[in-house]
Nanobody
Framework: QVQLVESGGGSVQSGGSLRLSCAAS????????MGWFRQAPGKEREGVAS???????SYAESVKGRFTISLDNAKNTLDLQMSSLKPEDTAMYYC????????????????WGQGTQVTVSS
C-alpha cells in the first residue's frame, strides 16, 4: 500500500513563494506517477501538476510559469515549488500517486495524501 504524507503548506502574501513536499512509501514498482491536486472551498478538485518517473511533466494553465514540479526517485519525494502566488491559489493541496509503466500512460492516482493547506492573502 502506497502512503503519501504532504508537508510545507502555510500562509503567505500575494507574490510570495512556498514549497510543498510529499513523502511516498510502499511503492512496489520503480515506474510510477505522481501529481498535485487542489480544492478550494465550494469548488471542484483540480489537477495542478503531474510527473512520472520518465520525467514527463504537465501543468494546469493557471500555474504554468509559476509552479515547478519535481521528483526525487531515490528518495521517493515529490516537490511543488510555488512562486508568484495569488489569492486564487488558496486551497487544500493534495499529493496523489499511481503506477504507470509507459511514458504516455495516464496516471490512475489510486493513492492520496491527507492534504496540506495553502493560504495566499492579498
Amino acid at each position: 500500500q502506497v502512503q503519501l504524507v504532504e508537508s510545507g503548506g502555510g500562509s503567505v502574501q500575494s507574490g510570495g513563494s512556498l514549497r510543498l513536499s510529499c513523502a511516498a512509501s510502499g511503492y512496489t514498482s520503480s515506474r510510477y506517477c505522481m501529481g498535485w491536486f487542489r480544492q478550494a472551498p465550494g469548488k471542484e478538485r483540480e489537477g495542478v501538476a503531474s510527473i512520472n518517473t520518465y520525467g514527463r511533466t504537465s501543468y494546469a494553465e493557471s500555474v504554468k510559469g509559476r509552479f515547478t514540479i519535481s521528483l526525487d526517485n531515490a528518495k521517493n519525494t515529490l516537490d511543488l515549488q510555488m512562486s508568484s502566488l495569488k489569492p486564487e491559489d488558496t486551497a487544500m493541496y493534495y499529493c496523489a500517486a499511481g503506477y504507470s509503466r509507459f511514458y504516455f500512460d495516464t496516471c490512475p492516482y489510486n493513492y492520496w495524501g491527507q492534504g496540506t493547506q495553502v493560504t495566499v492573502s492579498s
